[in-house]
């Protein structure tokens, strides 16, 4: 599965952005999703996840109740809408698939993500 990620920009802290994540192939419904994101200098760390049938949801401590992950099946996307936006929030992010089946718990650890979109950048300005 190819997968693209859209919707980064800039923005001033306290807005909000939507990304997306589109994927190409078959079988996206069979992906778990999530999004990580990447600061100049620091590793790569996750945001969220989401399970194959949007049952399942998991966020970082640092975005719990500010960002929201959904998917939709049928349009192939998994969106991550992120409100009330930080300075430190600034990183490239990045969408990924995992392999599971219903009952595989959510990970997030990269490792575990074998299909990874190019990345979009977000920056918010204080």
């Known amino acids: 599965v190819q997968l693209q990620a859209s919707g980064g920009g800039l923005v001033q802290a306290g807005g909000s952005l939507r990304l997306s994540c589109t994927a190409s192939?078959?079988?996206?419904?069979?992906?778990?999703m999530a999004w990580f994101r990447q600061a100049p200098g620091k590793e790569r760390e996750f945001v969220s996840a989401i399970g194959r049938s949007s049952g399942r949801t998991d966020y970082a401590v640092s975005v719990e109740g500010r960002f929201t992950i959904s998917r939709d099946n049928d349009r192939k996307t998994v969106y991550l809408q992120m409100n009330s936006l930080k300075p430190e929030d600034t990183a490239v992010y990045y969408c990924a698939a995992d392999w599971a089946i219903m009952t595989t718990p959510l990970t997030r650890h990269p490792g575990d993500y074998e299909y990874w979109g190019q990345g979009t950048q977000v920056t918010v300005s204080s």
């Open positions: 192939g078959q079988y996206f419904s069979r992906y778990a």
